[in-house]
């Protein structure tokens, strides 16, 4: 609960943050909401020699629309992600995920970069991104890239980020009418994380499922898509046996591991209950 | 407002702002010149040999003062003593080295300690000694433990710590009464972690000029940490001063004297500079008592009509690694006498095994004992109906002690002091709408719903006394309470108490007492508690007992200042004190309501001593020294609704409904408040909250990431009300109530739990009920697999 002793350093930009970064290797590692990173280095798990606080960058901030997606920069907190007006009304799936992060000093400190940088199996937001399909825009010593969520998540805590790195923003495509959308979780009584979470987002054009993106966190080493639930509902209707039927297909093959208070076997069948509920209520909604 | 309407008036708490506002001060705040810091360097195993201690390069590190082991205690820290032991059970009372003496006996037992400038330099050179271990089996399950040959303590066979019981009646004989059916059912207490905000901390200061050494302590008890630590320490008790500051919460962990205690107080004598420790919270989960873990066989024999005849009981229970201060007298004293509960029970017998084991030890946390007696009674209870097919609240009814029945003994042997148990269950019920409920619950059941109801009758034993009485249960010491009530020159009042609230609020409540009785404003009297240098004597804050004991001695020495003033008053205004009547904080000539005084103003006189009657004393103060003749027993039911999502195992509580009877009641807000915080950690006993420990001795829950401590948003709007019937034990007529949430509302959740799961013919499941426990009950019930 004491950390080692560290280096810390206030970035003014992402420029410098990079430059940091470059000059001290995997020596030194990026803070932003630090309830990722603290907790690590309290229990001396983690022990970087320098911390860049990005805090003062302020280029990382912000929630605007471009282009039909919402821009949001890496140090938006969650707490502003769930209450943002223009993210509650055009992307009400990520305002809904965003709402149920651990509690209100974790959503008034926690960042949406810092969380997918870190990549948690149990966090909410990755599987509101891969269901969103979002950008996550990166800059490095080599200019900027974007990388889609399905290509960011990598494993346990490991994403497609780079050493020298930063996540600057995260792209999400806007919904649209027709689209129904859910986020659920049951939250691990101890931590607040999902011990098992679905994020879906489908897409109804005249009473018929034309996409469907079912994502599920929680269960295994990292966040993934369940493309076979999402196959089984497209050109459907979106009744209670059809989900029923489709949601039974989150288990298969879904990677799962035990911890102390559920078993792989019963996150196996939360990913089947929890897609089912989830996208009834999408459909709820994409209906009405 | 009136002087009269003090006293039970929802006054709110005094202690609150600054608590809030961060302006209070606890031990981690004490700052001082000079101050170093210590860090103790603790076992990763949980059974161990000490083959070397290398301090070399701990000793080279930055900022380090010295490092120190057992070795270097030797002489100067005698070992930690148990407080309480209990006679008659064969106890085994192994010493407690102040550090790891040759092995380790829990993951976190203490080796070594570093003090050095700064509290981050003493943890990082702790990491930095070099232990060299012999890693041996451990024994962590109780079972397997009384069979091992690994032995905790090489000199305590089986690991056997006592083997106690008590038996009223004839159990054998009611089970074999015709027609009567014997109920049977293994039942699991499991561990819990006491969690109080602020963990625990010690600051040392010696002065080599006065020979003093003074300790800011995390204690509930301070005059009996001076005690104990004075033998420890070999240190004059009268050059020890034990100051108790701001303490956030303790659910008795902060009872006992710990290792750590007594080594930082040496050190800073040693060091001849002040030393102060504050412990993680992951050694608190470490190093800190536990709570609970029994196992339990419970056997409960019911006539066909649900009189219950007899209960005989078997009980493990887990003492961890050593003996802690008063954990022998939690799994039996606590626990075996109290089984009886509510009812008129005439058969009962228990007997408990106690076994130490390689993890923390454990001791007294909220209701210590007396919750999981009520556990297995009314779980029992509940098993019985089902047994008989009667109504929970039916079963309950005819089993309960009548009104007209007190002072009742039952058959453990104590006699409870007053109740009106029927009253209460009537009550709960009625907030409750039972029928309707029962109702609801029938029409949900047709839609495949899972609704439970969950009730508890539960009697709490507390305010513990006569002295003489604890001190034949091998108490180590007494259990009245001293108070004493001064007014100074200005007319305002100090209480010193013995007492050591550190969060239940008798800074307030004491304040109502005393502005009560002297009818002086509520502002004008300060409270005052937990510095052996300013109190007398005092016995601490535990086991319920502050208010009923502790407040009945502030009342007792207020109402000798008032003997005193009026007095004082009757000699000046020339009258007897026959005369005199005392009304609003003023003493008057009786029908000349003119002719007076206030108190203030006799307190003034009394100072100035210029005329005073021939003989008394200048001044004005009382002193009270109270022993109760018996314990208090509140009572109550709680009752409680929820339900059971079948596809997830999740279980939500829709209502929950309190009626408690702590007697009279002082401050009806605090009492909520109290029955509040026991409600919520009752709850989270029976939903979520449980230490486990892997094979090897490893605490798996060693944090709050991985142990559940309860969320408000979890918890319903709690519904709460009272009966009020005073005891006769204290001429306040007031019984303790922080520990009665605590104790009634596990067994009240787990009843609606299973109640709800009854249609599917699940029987009984252990707590934590997490979802995946249900789920699986639920898939089995219904043909699938375990």
New interface residues.
């Given amino acids: 609960m004491i950390p080692a002793t560290f280096e810390y350093v206030r970035a003014r930009s992402v420029r410098e943050a990079i430059s940091l970064l470059q000059q001290h290797g995997g020596r030194a590692k990026l803070l932003a909401g630090g309830h990722s990173l603290l907790p690590l280095m309290k229990l001396r798990l983690s022990q970087p020699e320098m911390l860049i606080d990005l805090g003062p960058v302020d280029e990382l901030r912000g929630i605007r629309e471009e282009g039909g997606s919402l821009v949001i920069g890496a140090l938006t907190t969650h707490d502003e992600v769930a209450n943002s007006p223009l993210v509650r009304e055009r992307v009400p799936l990520l305002a809904e995920c965003a709402s149920q992060i651990g509690d209100v000093q974790v959503r008034n400190r926690g960042t949406i970069g810092g969380n997918l940088a870190h990549a948690d199996p149990a966090a909410d937001y990755p599987a509101a991104a891969l269901a969103l399909e979002a950008q996550l825009e990166c800059e490095g010593p080599a200019g900027s890239r974007t990388v889609p969520a399905s290509q960011w998540f990598v494993d346990l805590l490991t994403t497609a980020l780079g050493p020298d790195e930063v996540l600057c923003r995260v792209r999400v495509p806007v919904q649209t009418k027709g689209q129904g959308w859910s986020y659920i979780k049951l939250p691990h009584p101890a931590s607040g994380y999902s011990l098992l979470g679905v994020a879906c987002l489908v897409t109804v054009d005249g009473g018929v499922c034309r996409d469907a993106r079912v994502a599920v966190t929680g269960a295994g080493p990292k966040a993934v898509r369940l493309t076979k639930v999402e196959q089984a509902l497209v050109g459907k209707r979106l009744e209670e046996a059809t989900v029923a039927e489709a949601a039974r297909l989150a288990s298969d093959g879904l990677e799962a591991s035990d911890d102390l208070y559920a078993s792989a076997e019963y996150k196996r069948h939360l990913a089947v209950v929890y897609t089912k509920r989830a996208l009834l209520r999408a459909a709820e909604r994409a209906a009405g | 407002m009136a002087v009269t309407q003090v006293f039970g008036a929802r006054v709110r708490r005094r202690e609150d702002p600054r608590l809030i506002r961060g302006t209070a001060t606890y031990t981690d705040d004490v700052t001082l010149p000079g101050l170093c810091y210590a860090?103790f360097v603790r076992s990763p195993h949980a059974h161990a040999r000490i083959r070397r201690v290398d301090t070399s390069r701990a000793r080279s590190a930055p900022g380090v003062l010295g490092v120190f082991t057992i070795q270097d205690l030797e002489g100067k820290v005698n070992p930690i003593p148990c407080g309480w032991q209990v006679p008659n059970c064969d106890l085994k009372t192994p010493p407690h080295p102040p550090l790891a003496r040759d092995k380790v006996r829990f993951v976190g037992d203490a080796v070594a300690v570093v003090v050095a400038e700064s509290?981050?330099q003493a943890?990082?050179a702790a990491?930095l000694v070099d232990v060299e271990y012999e890693v041996l089996p451990a024994v962590v399950d109780m079972e397997a433990a009384l069979q091992s040959t690994t032995l905790v303590h090489e000199d305590v066979p089986h690991n056997r710590v006592l083997l106690w019981s008590v038996k009223g009646g004839d159990f054998g004989a009611a089970a074999r009464e015709p027609g009567v059916r014997v109920v049977r059912q293994r039942l699991v207490n499991q561990r819990l972690i006491p969690n109080a905000m602020e963990t625990r901390a010690v600051t040392a200061q010696y002065n080599p000029g006065t020979g003093e050494l003074t300790l800011w302590v995390t204690s509930q008890n301070p005059h009996i940490a001076r005690v104990i630590l004075s033998g420890v320490l070999s240190f004059p008790e009268h050059k020890l001063r034990v100051i108790a500051p701001e303490v956030g919460g303790g659910f008795g962990s902060k009872i006992p004297v710990y290792p750590e205690e007594a080594v930082v107080a040496h050190l800073a004598t040693r060091l001849a500079r002040p030393v102060k420790w504050a412990e993680?919270?992951?050694?608190n989960y470490l190093a800190t008592i536990h709570g609970r873990d029994h196992i339990t066989d419970a056997e409960m024999a019911v006539r066909p009509d649900g009189t219950v005849v007899g209960l005989r009981v078997r009980t493990l229970a887990n003492f961890g690694a050593y003996l802690s201060t008063a954990a022998p007298a939690i799994p039996t004293i606590l626990y075996g006498l109290v089984l009886s509960g509510p009812y008129r029970i005439p058969n009962i017998e228990c007997e408990v095994t106690g076994v130490f084991t390689n993890t923390t030890p454990t001791d007294a946390y909220r209701g210590a004992g007396r919750p999981e007696a009520t556990y297995v009674l009314e779980r029992m209870m509940d098993l019985a109906a089902r047994e008989l097919g009667l109504d929970p609240a039916e079963i309950r009814r005819r089993n309960l002690i009548p009104k007209d029945q007190f002072p009742y003994t039952v058959a453990t042997g104590i006699t409870y002091d007053s109740g009106d148990y029927a009253r209460a269950l009537d009550r709960a019920l009625e907030i409750l709408d039972y029928p309707k409920v029962r109702a609801e619950q029938a029409a949900a059941r047709q839609q495949g719903r899972y609704l439970g109801v969950g009730l508890s009758t539960y009697v709490e034993i507390c305010g513990a006394g006569p002295s003489k009485v604890v001190g034949s249960t091998g108490f180590a010491g007494g259990l009245w309470e001293s108070a004493v009530v001064r007014f100074s020159p200005t007319g305002k009042v100090t209480v010193f108490t013995g007492t050591s609230p550190h969060g239940q609020g008798e800074e307030t409540t004491f304040a109502q007492i005393v502005s009560h009785e002297l009818g002086v404003p509520l502002d004008d009297v300060e409270v005052l508690h937990g510095d052996t240098d300013s109190i007398l004597m005092g016995w601490g804050t535990y086991g319920s007992r502050t208010t009923p004991v502790g407040g009945t001695a502030v009342y007792l020495a207020a109402q000798k200042v008032k003997e005193k003033a009026k007095r004082i008053a009757a000699h000046q205004l020339e009258v007897s004190a026959d005369d005199l009547v005392f009304e609003n904080g003023r003493f008057h000539v009786r029908g000349a309501p003119d002719r007076g005084m206030t108190i203030q103003e006799v307190a003034l006189q009394a100072y100035l001593a210029w005329n005073l009657p021939e003989g008394m004393e200048p001044g004005l103060e009382g002193q009270a020294n109270w022993d109760p003749s018996n314990f208090v027993f509140p009572f109550g039911t709680h009752a409680c609704v929820v339900e059971v999502d079948p596809?997830?195992g999740?279980v939500r509580i829709l209502r929950y409904v309190a009626v408690d009877d702590c007697g009279r009641v002082i401050n009806p807000l605090i009492v909520d408040g109290q029955v509040h915080g026991g409600i919520a950690q009752g709850v989270a006993q029976a939903l979520?909250e449980g230490a486990?420990y892997d094979p090897a001795g490893n605490l798996?829950?060693g944090?709050?990431?991985?142990?559940?401590?309860p969320?408000a948003s979890w918890l319903p709007r709690l519904e709460c009300d009272r009966t009020e019937t005073p005891t006769p034990v204290n001429p306040l007529g007031v019984k303790g109530v922080g520990e009665t949430g605590t104790i009634a509302a596990t067994p009240c959740v787990v009843n609606a739990v299973m109640d709800a799961l009854s249609p599917l013919g699940i029987r009984h499941l252990d707590m934590p009920l997490?979802?995946?426990r249900v789920?699986?009950a639920i898939r089995q019930a219904k043909g699938g697999a375990a």
């Fill in positions: 860090a509290r981050a943890y990082d990491a993680t919270r992951r050694e596809e997830t999740q979520w486990r798996l829950t944090s709050m990431a991985e142990y559940a401590v969320k997490w979802p995946e789920w699986r």
